[in-house]
């Protein structure tokens, strides 16, 4: 157990419609990461929340975006579905901006029908 | 495409045996290089790491061995166990100012009995 949590387990849901992945990372634990996998593509690296501030952008759509709270806790919203959304969602915590070690929770997995 | 790759997408071995995973990547000017191992149902898990300041580094049953004159990049695990099945990612990151993690695309490690 790496101490990310990530609600919820499962998804599934339409095409056109909106969810929202929630994130809980290990105390302590400042940085947090959004990644998408899927089966052709792998792990693609989506966004980064530092202490509240976005702090880098990946291979993330215009119709999905992040917010990390005050309480450090981050939710990943996704808009707009397409079948090709369908993926596993991963997010990775770690203690500082510049750590290097990301300890990653057990995923979300979405399916769009 | 991704510059972090993998050389073989499946590697089966004998329990006992060791196990050697190997990584390319392209840019030269990445300093740290992860490997992460992904068992069925959950998420990637920290194994290693190493610094492009070393060229081996040793933990528990794995080594990881860096030649930055061809960009490559293995994983050794010593004894290869039942519970070392699982798909392998190696990952670099590309900048010290930027703390994306780029993952390869993964390679499945089959162990037989």
């Known amino acids: 157990d790496s101490g990310v949590t990530q609600t919820p387990k499962h998804l599934i849901t339409a095409t056109g419609q909106r969810v929202t992945l929630r994130c809980s990372p290990r105390?302590?634990?400042?940085?947090v990461y959004w990644y998408q996998q899927s089966l052709d593509q792998g792990l693609q690296f989506l966004i980064q929340y530092y202490n509240g501030e976005e702090r880098a952008k990946g291979n993330i759509l215009e119709r999905f975006s992040a917010q990390q709270f005050p309480d450090l806790h981050s939710e990943l919203n996704l808009s707009s579905l397409e079948l090709g959304d369908s993926a596993l969602y991963f997010c990775?915590?770690?203690?500082?901006?510049?750590?290097?070690?990301?300890?990653f929770g057990p995923g979300t997995r979405l399916t769009v029908l | 495409g991704e510059s972090v790759g993998l050389h073989l997408p499946t590697l089966s071995v004998q329990e006992g045996d060791n196990s050697i995973i190997n990584c390319a990547y392209s840019?030269?000017?990445?300093?740290?290089f992860i490997w992460y191992k992904q068992e069925s149902g959950k998420g990637p898990q920290f194994i290693i790491d190493i610094r492009s300041n070393m060229d081996k580094r040793q933990g528990q049953r794995v080594t990881v061995l860096l030649n930055k004159t061809v960009k490559h990049l293995s994983l050794q695990i010593a004894a290869t166990q039942p519970g070392d099945s699982a798909v392998y990612f190696c990952a670099e990151n590309r900048a010290v100012w930027d703390d994306k993690i780029i993952f390869g695309k993964g390679t499945r490690l089959h162990i037989l009995p």
């Open positions: 990775a915590s770690s203690v500082e901006v510049d750590s290097d070690t990301q300890y």
């Open positions: 840019n030269s000017a990445s300093d740290y």
């Open positions: 105390s302590g634990d400042l940085s």
